[in-house]
């Protein structure tokens, strides 16, 4: 069974702390891997990886993926109560997407 | 449009009443999801289209719930004689498999409640 793995479920931090999120996987046809921010209601998109060990960074965001152990990390430095939400992993496999549970991050002041 | 729109944004119904949420996605992007997602749970699959392909139904959780698609634009999402664990928020998403961004672009779902 195709299936998404997110760990911690949920985390609280304070303002300045880095975190770290992670996602694993099990997929057949494994296409893409996206990391999204869900604050509201529609998740916005922050990263697509699709081949290993090329880190991908916006700002204070960054992740990375490895493909021969299967699984994907978030990284957030610096954190701000702005970051306080749901990071949901997806996995793209075949047409189709699978996502995670999702990390319920909370930063507080 | 610039992105995918869903309406209505809020809707409150009867148990037993069948309601339709409808998405309209990004013109052009020719795969179309739905997703279901309960408080404080994680995004549930319940059906993807792809172009005038069959659509996989294969997270549809009863034969209440039922979509359609007209071509490659607008979708309706229906379920008949509501139940109270059908409240939820309901998102769409679309996609242009094999674009360059192989992204899905999500609407704001609409928030469905079941009295």
């Known amino acids: 069974e195709d299936k998404v793995v997110q760990s911690p479920l949920s985390l609280v931090v304070h303002e300045g702390d880095t975190v770290t999120l992670n996602c694993s996987y099990e997929v057949t046809n494994f296409r893409s891997l996206l990391w999204y921010k869900q604050e509201k209601k529609a998740p916005t998109f922050l990263f697509m990886l699709?081949?290993?060990?090329i880190e991908k960074k916006s700002g204070r965001l960054s992740s990375i993926l490895d493909k021969k152990e299967l699984f994907s990390i978030l990284n957030i430095t610096a954190t701000q109560t702005g970051d306080s939400a749901i990071y949901l992993c997806?996995?793209?496999?075949?047409?189709?997407?699978?996502f995670g549970p999702g990390t319920r991050l909370s930063v507080l002041p | 449009g610039a992105g995918v729109s869903q309406s209505p944004s809020n809707k409150v119904t009867e148990k037993g009443k069948d309601v339709e949420l409808r998405c309209d996605p990004i013109s052009g992007h020719t795969a179309l999801y739905w997703y279901r997602q309960r408080l404080g749970q994680g995004l549930e699959f319940l059906i993807y289209?792809?172009?005038?392909?069959?659509?996989?139904k294969s997270g549809l959780p009863s034969d209440r719930f039922s979509a359609e698609r007209t071509g490659e634009s607008v979708s309706t999402l229906t379920i008949q004689r509501t139940q109270q664990e059908d409240s939820a928020v309901y998102l769409c998403?679309?996609?242009?498999?094999?674009?360059?961004?192989?992204?899905?672009?999500f609407g704001p779902g609409t928030r469905l409640t079941v009295l």
């Open positions: 699709t081949s290993s060990g």
């Open positions: 289209f792809q172009g005038n392909s069959a659509p996989d």
């Open positions: 998403a679309s996609s242009w498999p094999g674009g360059p961004t192989d992204t899905q672009y």
């Open positions: 997806a996995v793209g496999y075949g047409q189709n997407f699978v």
